[in-house]
């Protein structure tokens, strides 16, 4: 499933990006050019925004919070989403799907103590930011199993 969201929904945005999930976030962006891009991409709508739901033609979610939690409880529950098995596979900025990248490649681009410390890198193609399972990693695990009962599948 492929979602575009509009200006009010970027950290939605970047948490459905961290899940997997191919998120379009224009911001800013006019009402007439994210129906166009749910439209022409299939893609759902995500919004905030009431009137611009009722003008869609299309599967969308008028996300009902604004708290970050209850908008992707909301969103998972509706569309039931399965957000188990794509865990980091995307970028968070850019939305392009990252590569698995050797080691050595990344030995310049990231601080020693993370070189030293993981065996394990990816790199956004678009934008060039480099991953990795640091600490933070577990710390967004936890958060999405609080939230959402969630549970990752390898």
Known sequence: MRFVADDMLGRLAKWL???????????????????????????????????????????????????????????????????????????????????PLPKEEVRDSVPPYVFSTHERFARCPKCGRIYWEGSHVERMRRKLKEALGWKERT
Do not use: H, M
């Not at 379009?24 to 925004?49: F, G, H, K, N, S």
């Not at 409880?73 to 957000?83: P, S």
């Open 17 to 99: 990006r961290l899940l997997g999930y191919d998120v379009i976030y224009p911001a800013p962006a006019r009402d007439a050019q994210l129906l166009r891009l749910a439209q022409a991409e299939d893609r759902v709508l995500l919004t905030r925004d009431r009137g611009l739901a009722e003008r869609s033609f299309g599967r969308r979610v008028l996300v009902e919070s604004g708290d970050l939690w209850e908008q992707l409880r909301q969103v998972v529950r509706e569309l039931d989403l399965d957000v188990g098995k794509d865990f980091l596979t995307r970028c968070a900025l850019c939305n392009e799907p990252i590569e």
